[in-house]
T-cell receptor, first 114, second 113 residues
Framework: EPEVTQTPSHQVTQMGQEVILRCVPI?????FYWYRQILGQKVEFLVS????????KSEIFDDQFSVERPDGSNFTLKIRSTKLEDSAMYFC????????????FGPGTRLLVL | DAKTTQPNSMESNEEEPVHLPCNHS???????IHWYRQLPSQGPEYVIH???SNVNNRMASLAIAEDRKSSTLILHRATLRDAAVYYC??????????????FGRGTSLIVHP
């Protein structure tokens, strides 16, 4: 069965550094999402992306965040200047065309900001 | 958004059925009922969804009350691998292609060997 993949699985960075989290959605999917989950807390929506542009974003997704689909297969989340509170699991998800019921989530990237 | 209420945790023994309840008393006529689960250290995983009728798939069954104000996710024979947080989420059927599930705290299912 096709899967969403994410790299790296773990990343440790210093506060103020830029990080790029990578995702490869399922190949025929058209909607893409990033979520985050701070340790012990709920899964929170960050941003959705469709047709090469952001379709929705939450209050968390401020100017420090950006998303890109640079080459038709990868979907990236960039955090320009990381803060301690950005430490979390980041999940990518995708949704198939014609099936609005099932989001497929990746295994996540655990980001630790020191 | 219509809200859901779930117990914080439930326990079960392996190979026994598990009934996970969800209350959604403010559900609207176009809201679908979705269930996702999150195994430890993994991303959420779709389990099942329904609108009015009961639904079955290879993972679980979904029983929806006649007034749709509550539903129950049924795992017919729990395994240790079913230990996870189970989320009951409503999706507005009138929404467009960009469906964004809103995750609450869910029910943490503990399965005893």
């Amino acid at each position: 069965e096709p899967e969403v993949t994410q790299t790296p699985s773990h990343q440790v960075t210093q506060m103020g550094q830029e990080v790029i989290l990578r995702c490869v959605p399922i190949s025929n999917h058209l909607y893409f999402y990033w979520y985050r989950q701070i340790l012990g807390q709920k899964v929170e929506f960050l941003v959705s992306f469709y047709n090469n542009e952001i379709s929705e974003k939450s209050e968390i997704f401020d100017d420090q965040f950006s998303v890109e689909r640079p080459d038709g297969s990868n979907f990236t989340l960039k955090i320009r200047s990381t803060k301690l509170e950005d430490s979390a699991m980041y999940f990518c998800a995708s949704l198939a065309p014609g099936n609005q019921e099932t989001q497929y989530f990746g295994p996540g990237t655990r980001l630790l900001v020191l | 958004d219509a809200k859901t209420t779930q117990p914080n945790s439930m326990e079960s023994n392996e190979e026994e059925p598990v009934h996970l309840p969800c209350n959604h008393s403010t559900i609207s006529g176009t809201d679908y009922i979705h269930w996702y689960r999150q195994l430890p250290s993994q991303g959420p995983e779709y389990v099942i969804h329904g609108l009015t009728s009961n639904v079955n798939n290879r993972m679980a069954s979904l029983a929806i009350a006649e007034d749709r104000k509550s539903s129950t996710l049924i795992l017919h024979r729990a395994t240790l691998r079913d230990a996870a947080v189970y989320y009951c989420i409503l999706r507005d059927g009138k929404s467009g292609g960009s469906y964004i599930p809103t995750f609450g705290r869910g029910t943490s299912l503990i399965v005893h060997p």
